[in-house]
């Protein structure tokens, strides 16, 4: 597989819609998604199905947070429904519909493998670090983190999904030899520890329908590394994945 990882998302807010979808119907929405993220990629980036899965996952997250947001009649799609639909629906993407589901297992594969940078950010006593629970009801507490861009130094990776995910900036508080580095089914996650962050930080995340809860939890109460690397652990009505996989 090529060396790609998630390329920039397309900067196209809700602001600047030129289109209304109140009267559209589920192809129009599709062909206008294919204008915002597909037919004006750079014809390199349309050679690898890692590189236009990645661009069709943007397409889906518009969707579902803005497109549904404003227009609820359009259905939830999965993302593997929706990307069909959509190399279905766009010219650039016809050819690769032929094989879909292979083309969208080898996207997944190359996903899970993609490394991740995030933070372990301790309070000035060391005996706290913040958590952030994802979107979903289902969704586990985590260190904050994300994949990393193509050519993108971790430490500015770790920075960047810290700040999105929580608000808060560590850019000028990564120690660059304070780094926990684990690799977990061929994805290697990095986590730089940050301490000193006060407790009366007051954290908002910076995304959209991605993080639910941020919170400061006693390192004591936290289950054993080593236990969690095997699967995730439950205290009280909490679920864990921490640190590392899943």
Not at 58 to 73: F, G, L, N, V
Not at 97 to 115: E, G, L, N, R
Not at 177 to 205: C, G, W
Request: aromatic residues 10%; negative net charge; contains cysteine.
């Amino acid at each position: 597989m090529s060396n790609l990882t998630d390329p920039p998302p397309a900067d196209l807010p809700p602001s600047t819609k030129v289109f209304c979808f109140k009267n559209s119907s589920i192809d129009e929405v599709l062909e206008d998604l294919s204008s915002r993220f597909i037919l004006n990629l750079p014809e390199e980036e349309l050679v690898s199905v890692e590189r236009i899965c990645f661009q069709v996952e943007q397409a889906h997250w518009y969707y579902e947070d803005y497109i549904r947001d404003e227009e609820p009649r359009f259905p939830s799609l999965p993302l593997k429904t929706f990307s069909r639909m959509l190399f279905h629906s766009c010219p650039l993407l016809i050819h690769w519909s032929v094989d879909h589901d292979q083309a969208f297992q080898d996207f997944m594969d190359y996903k899970t493998s993609v490394p991740v940078c995030g933070a372990i950010m301790l309070n000035p006593s060391w005996t706290k670090c913040v958590l952030v629970k994802g979107w979903k009801s289902s969704s586990a507490w985590g260190f904050p983190r994300g994949k990393i861009n193509i050519d993108e130094p971790e430490h500015v990776c770790a920075a960047r999904e810290v700040l999105e995910e929580t608000g808060y900036d560590i850019s000028d508080k990564i120690i660059m030899s304070a780094v926990i580095k684990i690799t977990v089914r061929d994805q290697r996650t990095s986590l730089f520890v940050v301490p000193n962050v006060p407790e009366d930080t007051v954290f908002a995340t910076q995304t959209r329908k991605e993080i639910s809860k941020i919170d400061w939890f006693n390192l004591t109460d936290l289950p054993a590394w080593k236990k969690t690397r095997r699967a995730p652990r439950r205290i009280g009505s909490m679920q864990f994945r921490l640190l590392w996989g899943g």
